[in-house]
């Protein structure tokens, strides 16, 4: 693995794992009152797509990344949409 | 350009756009209690990251959705440190 490689995999780590603080504070707080449904929507379909991009690819990272993405912005919608 | 490659575009675009709804509501309500710090502080750090991998590659996409993506998170944790 090549030093590319390496920034490549730490960014994708990073802004994948950056959704756990959120859902975390929000978990805690029991409410979202300023937390974007929008945001939130947009991501949740984004990460849908790149999902489906790296299925057909057959590109296991991508598949890996937006697996956990998703799993965590859609945990953060559904409880926007709960606590409000 | 083919049906891959246009999901990818899709999906980046989606990605990259989520971050401005929720960048619009913190401008908005000027309070950002509910905005993880830790979250925007890793997803900072996450896009510099995709930014260096692009530059590196030479891959315009990628720099382009992160310089893009990198402006919004910035934006809201600037606002994050300045609302509270």
Not at 30 to 39: C, D, I, N, Q
Not at 42 to 58: E, H, K, P, R, S
Not at 76 to 82: A, D, G, R, T
């Amino acid at each position: 693995m090549n030093s590319i490689d390496i920034i490549g995999y730490v960014a994708a780590f990073l802004t994948t794992s950056a959704f756990i603080p959120q859902a975390w504070l929000t978990w805690r707080r029991k409410r979202a009152e300023g937390v974007s449904l929008g945001m939130y929507c947009i991501m949740v379909a984004g990460t849908v797509g790149w999902l489906i991009y790296g299925i057909m690819l057959g590109a296991w990272p991508i598949i890996v990344a937006n697996v956990i993405s998703l799993s965590l912005s859609a945990f953060i919608l559904i409880m926007k949409l709960i606590y409000k």
